[in-house]
């Protein structure tokens, strides 16, 4: 009975050892939970089209101490934003999932403006999801601007690139571009996801219809008093000690410099200067005359939006050192834009001649190069999701249908991402060097 015992209490040690050892096996193998995976050679998760249901907003849901510290903790591993690197950003995408039908994914092909010429090329719209109006294909597919998990891919898509600031393509309340639905109703899910990571959220006011200076008052304070105290939202320390907004003003010169100075300058009597209002507007420079247009208006900066290399004056990389002494001379911020290519014949047929090859990377890094060059205040980006254009820096796949596309091979989804940090962080360095 004795030996019974032993050989029982052996062999319920040697079982409870063997279950021990499988436990701890077994748990070593688990991957550790990590939204991004290492720096080197990283690749998100891809979020699939039709696997998820819509979350719901979040935005006032009660803190969640445990996940919060986690992605804190996955934040650490990455380098910390640029806020002084802007990107183009677009929310103006839909699907039948979320908005009940394909937006800008539809996009119409544009005839050419001389009806001869324009009889040689197709006309009509794309049919999504296989056929979109883009020359590249996303890797989040189709996707819906409204998505909480295409927002938040987006936002770790930008973290991984080291971006601090997303500039977002505006129209107000209830107004629209010409191929899509109105979109304000989006900023504050974009803001506080945006705010989850770290980043910041300036306006990139579009030239919506009947745009004038009374409007533009009255659309900057409607955007100040609504999202002004949001911790998401962008403001930088001028030289004379204010905190302010940053606006983008596209197409700018559409309004005259008088128009302009009505709202700028601070000797007019309905300016929004020196109100609860004021704030850094940065016009378009896209004509070497707008130089003066846009310091008679009473700007206080410029940008170059086009990626183009050669498409207008701002656009074109070699002057940018001479735009620059201009805007030194003058007190005017300069914010030259770089793209990694363009390419927009899925939407205009007949528009070869703006084409620029991406090379590898090579036509984003020469940008990147030629702007470091001219000692910029900041530098944007376009773009982080102009697909119509084919400037997206967002992650791109290779796809097999009809339509054919071009793709990022043989670099992986994430190139331009990587790029981009690289650049961030040599310009984090020039400017520390700037100001000693």
């Not at 063997?18 to 688990?30: D, E, G, H, M």
């Not at 403006?113 to 296989?130: E, F, L, M, N, T």
């Not at 962008?234 to 700018?252: A, E, H, I, M, Q």
């Not at 016009?283 to 008679?296: G, P, S, Y």
Request: with cysteine; aromatic share 14%; proline share 7%.
């Amino acid at each position: 009975m004795a030996r019974f015992r032993r050989k029982f209490c052996i062999t319920l040690i040697t079982l409870v050892l063997l279950v021990l050892i499988v436990t701890v096996v077994l748990k070593s193998l688990t991957p550790e939970d990590s939204a991004f995976g290492s720096l080197d050679g990283v690749e998100l998760k891809q979020v699939q089209r039709d696997d998820h249901k819509p979350e719901q907003n979040k935005m006032n849901d009660s803190p969640q101490p445990g996940k919060d510290a986690q992605l804190e903790a996955t934040l650490r591993k990455f380098p910390p934003p640029n806020y002084y690197v802007h990107v183009f950003y677009y929310t103006w995408y839909g699907n039948p999932k979320f908005d009940g039908k394909y937006i800008h994914w539809d996009h119409p092909q544009l005839p050419h403006w001389d009806s001869k010429v324009a009889q040689g090329y197709p006309q009509g719209r794309h049919i999504p999801p296989d056929d979109i109006g883009a020359n590249f294909y996303p890797s989040l597919g189709a996707y819906s601007s409204k998505d909480p998990s295409v927002i938040e891919a987006h936002m770790q898509q930008l973290r991984i690139a080291a971006i601090g600031v997303i500039a977002v393509s505006w129209y107000p309340p209830n107004m629209k571009d010409d191929n899509g639905d109105p979109t304000d109703a989006l900023v504050p899910l974009l803001m506080e996801v945006a705010h989850k990571y770290h980043i910041k959220v300036i306006f990139h006011i579009e030239p919506y219809k009947g745009r004038d200076e009374v409007n533009m008052f009255t659309n900057v304070k409607y955007i100040i008093n609504k999202y002004g105290e949001h911790p998401a939202f962008f403001k930088y320390r001028t030289n004379t000690g204010k905190l302010l907004p940053l606006f983008y003003v596209y197409d700018s010169y559409l309004m005259n410099s008088e128009q302009w100075a009505k709202l700028l300058k601070h000797t007019e009597s309905n300016s929004i200067r020196d109100t609860p209002y004021d704030a850094i507007f940065i016009a378009l420079l896209v004509e070497e005359k707008h130089k003066r247009d846009i310091l008679t208006a009473g700007f206080d900066g410029l940008y170059t939006y086009f990626a183009t290399n050669g498409f207008s004056y701002g656009s074109t990389q070699k002057n940018w050192d001479s735009i620059k002494a201009f805007c030194e001379d003058n007190n005017l911020i300069f914010i030259p834009s770089v793209g990694p290519g363009y390419i927009d014949t899925s939407i205009r047929p007949w528009n070869f001649q703006n084409t620029r090859n991406r090379i590898n990377g090579k036509y984003y890094e020469t940008s990147l190069s030629a702007a470091l060059q001219a000692r910029p205040d900041f530098i944007s980006i376009t773009s982080f999701n102009e697909w119509h254009e084919g400037t997206q820096i967002e992650m791109a796949t290779p796809k097999t249908s009809l339509t054919v596309y071009l793709d990022y091979l043989p670099n992986k989804p994430a190139i331009y991402l990587e790029i981009t940090r690289k650049w961030a962080a040599i310009f984090g360095g020039e400017r520390r060097k700037w100001q000693e």
